[in-house]
Every structure is written in C-alpha cells, then in structure tokens.
C-alpha cells in the first residue's frame, strides 16, 4: 500500500494529532491534507460516500486508510463502512466512494453557446485570466458548474478540444460535449475536477494515472484542491 494517509484525531483533553503534514504555508494553507472527522477544528478531507446498501450517497468523513484504493469512513446518516474509492461525483454503488480533486477554477463571465437541435456539442469562452491552477485545459478534461442537465453529467461537461484564443488572444476556448438542445448558459465559477484513485498526504493521484501535488485550499499555480471542510 505505502506510505498510509495521516489522520487527524482530537483526544480526550481537547488536543489535536496530526492536523498538518507539512510546516508549509503558501497562499494561504498548508501544503498536503489529512482524513479524520471531518466536525474537528481545521481542514480535513471530505469524501463522498454510499456507505451499504440502504440510502444514498453523502459527505463523509476518512477514519483510516484500509489499502491503496480502500478507507474505513463515517457518516452520520448510515454510521461507519469500509469503501472503495470510485471514478464519480456521487457514487451510486454499495460500499464505494470519491474524493473531489479540482485542478483549475475559472471565475467571471464564462458563456456556453446556446445549441438546438439534439446537439453533440457546444463552446465554452471564459477568460484566460481567470483560470487559475498548475495547468491549461485540454481535451478529456471535465469541467462542473452549468446548470443544464444537458451540458452537466455526473462528471460534468467533458472538454473534447481546445480551439484558438479569442479577443486578441484573451479569451479561451473549449468545446465541450452535450446531449440535446442547451440553451445560452452562464457561470461564475467552474472548476476543472478530477476524482481520486489514490491519495497521500502530499499527492493525489486521478485514474489516468496523473500525479498532482494538492493543499485543502483554492487550486494555484502549483497545487490542486481536494476537497474538505
């Protein structure tokens, strides 16, 4: 399995373990992250699980690793279970689970072309100022934050090519696929997320097998969110 994934604890006279894996503050939060219950002070990383068979998925939290892929977690609706991590928002099978891994937020006036006619696909424009993270979009990219069921699956809008900037090469260009008609859309933020197949305290890994150093803050031009609370 390797090197296990820290968790934060708080013991009976009020002290917190492991809270930080690393001194590094940048940008305002340190480097790496944590699992534990997620109701303790500071950040701690936030799952998504479907925890047996009864009920649906919901935010959990990570109370130890169980091997490379697998974690013991707990909620407060379906109690404690053992979960495999799983490429998806929200899983829908028994015992499964996700960790939010978001590589860029793009903020601002971002615009989705309206489309009729049971389109395949769609433009997104936002400007290339606003993207911030470790790197540009590309193709098999998925992006979350439209309204429309048509442009916004379980995994978000997927990013099938890059075009060429506009505006004087300000703003950026995707095309992304849809199912059926969409009208004009528009978002102040979107990010660019990934799910995790395995994550460290100072690494996450998504499954196409890319590595990314990440904190439990905004993405920048080094790390990557995941998500916590």
Not at 3 to 15: C, E, F, M, V, W
Not at 47 to 74: D, E, L, M
Not at 179 to 198: E, H, K, S
């Amino acid at each position: 399995m390797g090197r296990a994934l820290k968790i934060t604890n708080t013991d009976s006279s009020g002290q917190i373990h492991d809270r930080y894996t690393r001194s590094t503050y940048i940008n305002g939060a340190y480097t790496g992250g944590t699992g534990g219950n997620t109701t303790q002070t500071g950040r701690q990383i936030q799952a998504v699980a479907k925890i047996g068979t009864s009920g649906t998925a919901g935010n959990t939290s990570i109370i130890a690793q169980k091997g490379a892929h697998k974690f013991r977690v707990y909620n407060a609706t379906n109690g404690f279970g053992t979960c495999t991590l799983a490429n998806i928002s929200t899983p829908t099978a028994t015992n499964t689970m996700s960790i939010r891994t978001d590589l860029n937020e793009l903020t601002g006036n971002i615009t989705a072309a309206n489309v009729v006619g049971g389109a395949t696909q769609t433009f997104v424009t936002y400007a290339l100022s606003s993207l911030v993270g470790p790197r540009a979009l590309a193709a098999g990219d998925w992006v979350l934050g439209f309204a429309s069921s048509s442009i916004s699956s379980i995994y978000g809008a997927k990013v099938t090519a890059v075009n060429a900037a506009g505006n004087g090469g300000t703003l950026g260009n995707v095309t992304v696929a849809v199912n059926g008609n969409v009208a004009t859309q528009t978002a102040q933020t979107l990010t660019n997320t990934r799910y995790a197949t395995r994550i460290t305290n100072d690494n996450v890994y998504d499954f196409n097998g890319n590595r990314y150093r990440y904190r439990l803050a905004v993405p920048d031009s080094t790390f990557v969110r995941v998500w916590y609370t």
